[in-house]
């Protein structure tokens, strides 16, 4: 008999619709607890936040920060900002170190405070020098596990000094000359090493950092190919600490969803597709759009006699225009975001209509009315302001439904989201907002 719970684990999509119908029949969400820190934070991240919260009060509290650190930051920071104070206190017992670093930004300065008072003075002074950098530099993210060594020591004097150390964990030892920091030399190479051998016999080269160098450019420049797993930070010709390997790659993949482009369907073209595939590839949706472009017009060519009786019609159509494009290529950019990462899924697509038919109403009406006040005041034609308050409320809502749909339509269909989608959405978002526009203009004004 198969494991329901592996079954969910190994589908994604079916551990969203899963979750899903559980929270929306208030059924026992226990079983989450069976499933990896990486599933219940892809879970996490496909879900709205009332349904997140449900999660996270539902899994034990040891279980909150490995979870949240696989999450994107800002999902981190919304969920952690909307836990209850009861719920919140119990998981924040759990915090570590590391996370006091990452998430002071949306952390309360009184609970970082009275974590610094509850470690030791070492832990507490390391503490506050990294949190005196921006979360964007180097020092913010440098560790004190090391001891620093000279270039002629031998490796039976550098085995007493880490035995030393009792529970201090040291991931590397630095080693210097006279002058300066050469290189560096692992624990575990060093308990495999004859005591009298020397370090510049064991040691390694590594790249050494500044602390107020940004993290994401050090990402790119150093050889990140696991040779290192550590590396020197200095400050004003001091050590300050050392940067692992595994916060560069992190911080990689917090700017890589930045700008992340779908991995999950098939790829049209990439940075250097030959010149004649690549040219081909996009002559063909030019010419698709030209063809969606005289769509549009056709549309503004059936009110030719209102266009042409109410010149303030041809004015405004841009704004219209605008306005959808605009609203429509923010949601495409949320469900491209959420396809690359795997998030978006049949389970949940209406979730996703739903939120962002909301935020196309609200911000619609507001926009609608402040643009129908402006064009009040500009053509003293009451009636204008209104058409065109309509024409942007309903395009909005249109731009809503494009923007969510039209990509997860396109990536069914094997076609490339992020070359189509935008397309599309153009041709919808002209097309709607021509039609009202100015089939109201021809009703009312002419």
């Given at each position: 008999m198969t494991d329901p719970v592996q079954a969910l684990v190994s589908d994604p999509q079916n551990l969203v619709t899963e979750a899903l119908s559980a929270l929306s029949n208030s059924q026992d969400l226990t079983y989450l607890n069976n499933l990896q820190d990486t599933e219940i934070a892809n879970l996490i991240e496909s879900v709205n936040l009332t349904q997140r919260i449900s999660i996270i009060e539902a899994l034990p509290a040891e279980r909150y920060w490995p979870i949240a650190r696989l999450l994107q930051y800002d999902t981190a920071k919304h969920l952690h900002r909307s836990l209850s104070e009861s719920v919140l206190n119990e998981r924040m017992s759990f915090v570590t170190e590391s996370d006091i670093i990452n998430?002071?930004?949306f952390l309360s300065e009184s609970f970082v405070d009275e974590f610094l008072l509850s470690q030791s003075a070492g832990t507490a002074t390391h503490l506050q020098q990294v949190l005196s950098y921006d979360d964007n530099k180097v020092g913010r993210y440098t560790e004190p596990c090391f001891i620093v060594a000279n270039i002629q020591n031998s490796a039976g004097l550098i085995k007493k000094k880490l035995s030393e150390k009792g529970?201090?964990?040291i991931q590397v030892v630095i080693v210097h000359d006279q002058k300066q920091v050469i290189g560096i030399v692992s624990p575990s190479?060093?308990?495999?090493?004859?005591?009298?051998?020397?370090?510049r016999e064991m040691m390694t080269q590594t790249p050494i950092?500044?602390?107020?160098?940004?993290i994401y450019d050090i990402g790119i420049q150093l050889p990140i190919?696991?040779?290192s797993q550590w590396f020197p930070v200095m400050a004003e010709g001091k050590i300050l600490g050392v940067l692992s390997l595994v916060s560069i790659i992190s911080a990689l993949r917090e700017q890589s969803l930045q700008a992340i482009v779908p991995e999950n369907v098939k790829s049209e073209e990439d940075l250097f597709t030959p010149l004649h595939v690549a040219a081909r590839l996009r002559a063909i949706w030019l010419i698709i759009n030209l063809a969606t472009a005289f769509a549009a017009s056709a549309i503004i060519g059936i009110f030719d006699t209102a266009v042409e009786q109410v010149?303030?019609?041809a004015i405004l159509m841009p704004v219209v225009a605008s306005m959808g494009g605009i609203a429509g290529s923010q949601t495409l950019a949320v469900s491209l975001r959420g396809i690359a990462l795997n998030h978006l899924h049949t389970g949940n697509i209406k979730l996703l209509v739903k939120k962002e038919l909301k935020i196309a109403a609200l911000n619609g009406l507001v926009m609608g009315a402040v643009i129908a006040l402006i064009v009040y005041l500009v053509f003293k034609v009451a009636l204008l302001g209104l058409i065109i308050f309509f024409a942007i409320s309903i395009n909005s809502i249109a731009a809503a439904l494009s923007g969510t749909l039209i990509p997860f339509t396109l990536t069914k269909l094997k076609i490339d989201p992020a070359i189509a989608g935008s397309v599309v959405l153009t041709t919808v978002t002209d097309i709607v907002g021509f039609f009202v526009f100015l089939g109201l203009g021809a009703l009312l004004l002419v």
């Open positions: 998430y002071a930004g529970d201090n964990q190479v060093l308990m495999l090493s004859e005591d009298n051998l020397r370090l950092v500044n602390d107020n160098d940004n190919d696991g040779s010149v303030a019609l």
